[in-house]
């Protein structure tokens, strides 16, 4: 069974927070607010914790249970490149599918993810921190 991951962008330092996702009203305003949380259990004390991070909406991906050939994770909204034939795609769900699927806006084409020899598959950015490798997808 995969794990059950989500990584969104701070909003405060902007930097990638991974773990699990949830939507919340926020306390004052009641406006929903979307939340990456780390839980961390210590087995010695029996005491637990939760680190909370608000994250930008847009960017909030769940992985896909798979790894690039450098044991990247890959979640959805990543730019993968294919090193035999150096193709590139982006990492989606497609819902009618319920699954995640390789988009090449190139080729006009949707693949799906799980049909790739990911000894091949590198993962080499994601549609928020790389918008210009678009243009080669």
């Known amino acids: 069974m995969r794990e059950i991951l989500f990584r969104g962008k701070s909003y ?38 939760c680190m ?3 994250v930008i909406p847009e960017t909030v991906g769940q992985f896909t249970g798979l790894f690039d050939r450098n044991s990247k994770k890959i979640f959805e909204g990543d730019i993968i490149e294919n090193i035999t034939d150096h193709s590139t795609a982006v990492v989606r769900w497609y819902e009618e ?15 799906f993810l799980y049909d790739n020899d ?6 080499i950015g994601n549609v928020y921190d790389n918008p210009e490798l678009l243009r080669c997808v």
């Open 12 to 49: 405060r330092t902007k930097e990638w927070i991974e773990g699990y996702y949830c939507n919340h009203p926020h306390l004052f305003s009641g406006v929903l607010q979307s939340y990456i949380f780390i839980p961390s259990y210590d087995a010695e004390t029996g005491k637990g914790n």
């Open 52 to 54: 909370i991070y608000s």
């Open 97 to 111: 599918h319920s699954t995640f699927m390789l988009y090449s806006e190139m080729k006009n084409k949707v693949y």
């Open 118 to 123: 990911f000894k091949y598959i590198d993962v």
